[in-house]
């Protein structure tokens, strides 16, 4: 293979458009740290797809521990080629498993996430509901599951979004080249809140990928999602969104816990929910 050729490999795009690894371990470690007064060390990746999170987090320390889980065989192939080999001293710490995230895993964890609005693909409740009973079976006391959802007014319908992202390399050390990232809501259907959505990519040079990544998801609301959780048997339910500077009108990185989200705009929300 040319290791100079840009990749425009659907899976490296997407973990370039979407992903923001450390940021998001930080926060996860965060959260379990001020809960229990001390480090989480058993992690695992519901809906992994390619296991970007699993894998830094083994990275952070030799202590670390963690498990990804997908139920598509191709996502986790593509991390056992091109992820793991390259992080021997981590490798043998992240256990890929092809499973229905709705089957409890043992032996259970401290911290657990479905990110990236993943747990959106179950269209019923008693399919939600099935996820988080067994999701809190495999924590361990003093654990937490960490689940993002999005809304607003400005989000809740047909949208495109078009986002410019720079070059940057593969797990593996390719080169990924500089494209646009689009977020295409196709439909909202109101009465069931199904959403059906794509992501495509545009390469600089006029090559693209239409349709790299397909999502026919329920939009669940917050309130809906507590519920549930309490159901479930989750003792505390928190919500966190990311803090907004509006001299610069942009998002601070910073994140602040919410009693309550101005629906006017679009908002993305983390909810955690402690065992
Ligand atoms: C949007 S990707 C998530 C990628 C990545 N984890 C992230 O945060 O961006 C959703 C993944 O969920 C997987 N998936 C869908 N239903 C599942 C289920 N019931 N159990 C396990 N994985 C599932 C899909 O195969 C897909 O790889």
């Known amino acids: 293979m040319n290791r100079l050729v840009p990749t425009c490999d659907r899976h490296a795009l997407y973990e370039v458009a979407v992903q923001s690894v450390q940021w998001e371990l930080d926060f996860l470690a965060r959260l379990y740290q001020r809960r229990n007064g001390r480090e989480a060390r058993r992690f695992r990746e519901d809906f992994c ?12 320390d030799p202590k670390n521990h963690a498990v990804a889980v997908d ?9 056992r080629r091109h992820r793991l080999p390259f992080v021997p001293e981590a490798a043998p710490r992240v256990r890929l498993v092809r499973a229905d995230v709705r089957r409890p895993r043992q032996p259970p964890v401290d911290v657990a996430c479905a990110l990236n609005f993943s747990w959106w693909v ?14 809190r079976a495999g924590l361990r006391p003093g654990g937490l599951l960490v689940m993002d959802a999005f809304g607003g007014a400005d989000a809740e319908k047909a949208l495109i979004e078009r986002t410019r992202k720079a070059r940057g390399r593969t797990p593996d050390g390719l080169p990924t080249p500089a494209f646009t990232y689009v977020w295409d809501q196709a439909r909202v259907n109101a009465l069931d809140r199904r959403l059906l ?3 495509h990519f545009e390469l600089r040079d006029g090559r693209k990928l239409q349709r790299a990544f397909v999502y026919d998801w329920r939009m669940w609301t917050l309130p809906e999602l507590r519920e549930l959780a309490a159901e479930a048997g989750f003792r505390d339910f928190e919500i966190y969104s990311e803090g907004w500077d509006t001299k610069r009108r942009r998002q601070t990185g910073k994140m602040h816990k919410r ?9 993305t929300a983390s909810c955690v929910l402690y065992r």
Do not use: C, M
């Not at 139920?71 to 991390?79: H, I, R, V």
């Open 49 to 60: 797809s390619t296991a970007a999170l699993a894998t830094a987090w083994a990275l952070r």
């Open 71 to 79: 139920l598509d065989p191709e996502p986790l192939a593509w991390a």
């Open 122 to 135: 179950f269209h019923q409740r008693a399919q939600v509901l099935a996820y988080l009973k067994a999701a």
């Open 197 to 199: 959505a794509y992501i």
């Open 259 to 267: 009693v309550s989200l101005d629906n006017a705009d679009g908002w």
